[in-house]
C-alpha cells in the first residue's frame, strides 16, 4: 500500500529518496513527500498532493539537499488526499516521521496530546505518533529510548521511520505488521517498505521481523527485538536485479506483465517437472513430510489469489482431496472446524496481504497439520512464517492489477494438486500426461497472446458500456470471477461474474441489448448446458463475447467469437485467463484510465 524509503549517506540522499519513490509507485498512492536534515541541521520537507514527478517539480522549484532523509508515498487512510495530510508528518521541529499501517487507538492518544498543548494540522493517525514521539522526547532526549517507548503505546500495524535534527548520525525505524527492510551499503545505509525501492543502491538486505526496532547509522545497524533486546538479523542477497522493474517496449507494465507470462510459467515449472513426473523434491524436505499426511486443504486468500485458490478447489477435489477456500478477511472473524490431517495453505504475491498474514498467525494452535504458502517474493512475511513455500517466481509485478502472478499462482496449485493426487494412487501414466500438459502450458499461453490485435478489436465493441456479465461453469466460474475483477479494476466498469447455470435465478433481469456478456466456452463435459445458458441471454437480447476452442460448435444468432487453439483440459483454466486480461486491458486503454495505478487502488494491501 504506502511506500516508505529513507537513507543516511555521505551524499546528498534527495535523489536517492526520489528514485525509490519512483520504484515504489506501483504499489497505489495518491500523495507524497520528503524531509531531510539540512546542512544546518534544520528539518527540510516537500509533499504534494498526486505522483512523485509533482513532488519532483516542487524540489527542482525550491531546491534543498540533506545526507539523512526519510520519504514517502501515501494512499489515504485516514484524511482525504491533501497536502496536509501527506507524509513526512513532523511535531515543530524535533521530529519527522513517515508511516504505513493504521494506529486503532490513535484517537485517543490524539485527545490526550492535545490536553497536552499539541495542535494538529491533518486528520491522519500518523501525525499522532509524531506528536507523542516529541512529547516522550522532553523526558527521555534519546530518540532510540523515545521510539521504543512510543511503539509500546502504539496498537494497530505499522512500519515507522524517524529522524530528528538533533541526531544527525542516524535514524531509527521500528516494524509491526507492515514490512520494512534495511538496506546495507558501503558508508551509507538505507532502509524502504519493499526492497525494489532500493535495488540501484543495494543487494543487501536485513528484514525486520515483527516487533523489531532498528538503529541505522552510515557505517552499522542495530536491532532490537520486541522485548528490546539486542538481535541478529541475517543478512540476505536479493536475487533481483534493478532493471526486472522497467517497463522496456510496453506502453504499460501490465501490457508487459501479460506478455511476460509463457516465460514466467516456464520458470515457475522449471525444475518442477522433468521426463514426465513431478519432481517433489524440488517441494522441499519439509514439504513431503507434510504432504504425506495431508488429509484435506483450507485455501485462504484475497482478491485475485482467492479466485485461484477458486480453481484449485475444483482441481483438488477431482483427486479426492476436502477443500475448502476461503477470503481472508472474513476467515479470521469465524469459528473454524478444522478436520484432522488438514493443511493450511495461504496465497499471496507480495506476501505481505495483512488479512492473510493475520489469518496464518490466527491459524497457529487451531488443529492445522502445517501451514503452506504459495508466494511471489521470497523475503515476504508469509514465506518467512509458514512451514513451507512454494514460490512462484513471476518476478516483480509493478501492475496493480495481477496478471502474471494470478497465472503463476494457478500453476504452483496444480503442481500442489499433483503431488497429493500421488499420494492418493495416480498411475505413472496419469502424472506423465499432467507432465506433458505443464510442458504444453508455455506455448499455449503464447498462442493465446496471439489474438491480441483481434481482442483489441473486440475491445472497440466493449469500452462505451457501463456495465458487463461474466459467466463460466466449473473451474471457469472463478476464472469469469477474476476477468470480472481485472474489468473492473482498470476499466470502472461495473462487472459481475456468475456460474452459467445461476443466470435464471436473478441475473437474467439484467441481460438487455445494452448488457455484454463474456463466456469461456472449453471443450468439456459442461458445454452444452453453457450454450444453452447463452442461448437464454440472447433470448434477452444481450450481446455474447465468446472464447471458446477449436472443436466447440457455437450455435447462436449475433455474437463476437474468438477461438483459441486446442488446449491441454487440465490446464485450460490458466489459458483462457489470458484473453480475459487482454480484453479488460485494451477496454481500459480505449476508455483513457490509469492502467497501472487504478483509482482508489493499492498493489500490495497491508492494512485490514
Known sequence: MCGIVGAIAQRDVVPLLLEGLKRLEYRGYDSAGIAVRDAGGQLQRIRSVGKVAELARRIAQTPFSGDLGIAHTRWATHGMPAERNAHPHMSGERVAIVHNGIIENHAELRS????????????????????????????????????????????????LAVIAPGEPDRLVVARAGSPLVIGLGVGENFIASDVFALLPVTQRFLFLEEGDIAEVRRDAVRVFDQGGHPVERP???????????????????MQKEIFEQPAVIAETLEGRVHRGRLLEESFGHEARALL???????????????????????????????????????Y????????PGTLFVTISQSGETADTLAAQRGARGAGYLGSLTICNVPESSLVRESDVA?????????????????????????????????????????ERAWVEEFNALPRQVEVALALDEAIRGMAEAFADRDNALFLGRGAFWP??????????????????????????????ALVDERMPVVCALPNDPLLEKVLSNLQE??????????????????????????????ICPGT??????????????????????????????????TVE
Open 479 to 508: 476464472i469469469a470471477m477474476e476477468g470480472a475483477l481485472k474489468l473492473k479494476e482498470i476499466s470502472y466498469i461495473h462487472a459481475e461474474a456468475y456460474p452459467a447455470g445461476e443466470l435464471k435465478h436473478g441475473p437474467l
Open 112 to 159: 490526550e496530546l492535545e490536553a497536552a498543548g499539541f495542535r494538529f494540522t491533518s486528520e491522519t493517525d500518523t501525525e499522532v505518533i509524531a506528536h507523542l514521539l516529541a512529547h516522550t522526547l522532553e523526558t527521555t532526549p534519546d530518540l532510540l529510548a523515545a521510539v521504543q517507548q512510543v511503539v509500546a503505546r502504539l496498537e494497530g500495524a505499522y512500519a
Open 390 to 430: 512454494l514460490m512462484t517466481r513471476a518476478g516483480p509485478e509493478i501492475g496493480v492489477a495481477s496478471t502474471k502472478a494470478f497465472t503463476t499462482q494457478l500453476v504452483a496449485l496444480r503442481l500442489l494438486t499433483l503431488a497429493l493426487a500421488k499420494r492418493r494412487g495416480l498411475d505413472a501414466d496419469t
Open 332 to 339: 479470521r472473524y469465524r469459528k473454524v472446524v478444522v478436520p
Open 235 to 253: 543478512e540476505k542477497v536479493s536475487r533481483l536485479s534493478a532493471s526486472t522493474a522497467e517497463k522496456g517496449p510496453y506502453r504499460h507494465y
Open 292 to 330: 504425506d499426511r495431508t488429509q484435506g486443504v483450507h485455501i485462504i486468500a484475497c482478491g485475485t489469489s482467492y479466485h485461484a485458490g477458486l480453481v484449485a478447489r475444483y482441481w483438488l477435489e477431482e483427486v479426492g482431496v476436502p477443500c475448502m477456500v476461503e477470503v481472508a478477511s472474513e
Open 537 to 566: 441471454v440472447r433470448a434477452r437480447g444481450g450481446e455474447l463475447f465468446l472464447f471458446s476452442d477449436q472443436q466447440v460448435q457455437i450455435d447462436l444468432d449475433r455474437y463476437r467469437a474468438l477461438t483459441l487453439a486446442d
Open 572 to 605: 485450460a483454466p490458466i489459458v483462457y485467463t489470458v484473453p480475459l486480461q487482454l480484453l479488460a486491458y485494451h477496454v481500459a486503454v480505449l476508455r483513457g484510465t490509469d492502467v497501472d495505478q487504478p483509482r482508489n487502488l493499492a498493489k500490495s494491501v
